[in-house]
Nanobody, 119 residues
Framework: QVQLVESGGGLVQPGGSLRLSCAAS????????MSWYRQAPGQERELVAG???????NYTNSVKGRFTISRDNAKNTVYLQMNSLKPEDTAVYYC?????????????WGQGTQVTVSS
């Protein structure tokens, strides 16, 4: 049974920090690209950061220099360190696992964790 369980969300003041974690089980974690997406109310889900199985990393422009994605294959966990948080970072953050195969994609989603940046 595949599971992606996010944790670490919460309420933080502008300029503060949070560290999100996503614990994976039920699949071969090291073979999957892992990403964090977010969705704010009334908006589409957007990619925030991704890290491939070979540790190539990409970020959306709005979080570059503030967020850091990392993975620990021994713990089957991906992290998102978020610093200098802004009110516009407020959203539900989702963990995603993706493996591209010849016949299609294998993709899994977590249930999401709420991040609220407000004074």
């Amino acid at each position: 049974q595949v599971q992606l369980v996010e944790s670490g969300g919460g309420l933080v003041q502008p300029g503060g920090s949070l560290r999100l974690s996503c614990a994976a089980s039920g699949f071969t974690f090291s073979r999957f690209a892992m990403s964090w997406y977010r969705q704010a109310p009334g908006q589409e889900r957007e990619l925030v950061a991704g890290i491939t199985s070979s540790n190539s990393i990409n970020y959306t422009n709005s979080v570059k220099g503030r967020f850091t994605i990392s993975r620990d294959n021994a713990k089957n966990t991906v992290y998102l360190q978020m610093n200098s948080l802004k009110p516009e970072d407020t959203a539900v953050y989702y963990c995603n696992a993706l493996r591209r195969l010849h016949w299609g994609d294998e993709r899994y989603w977590g249930q999401g964790t709420q991040v609220t940046v407000s004074s």
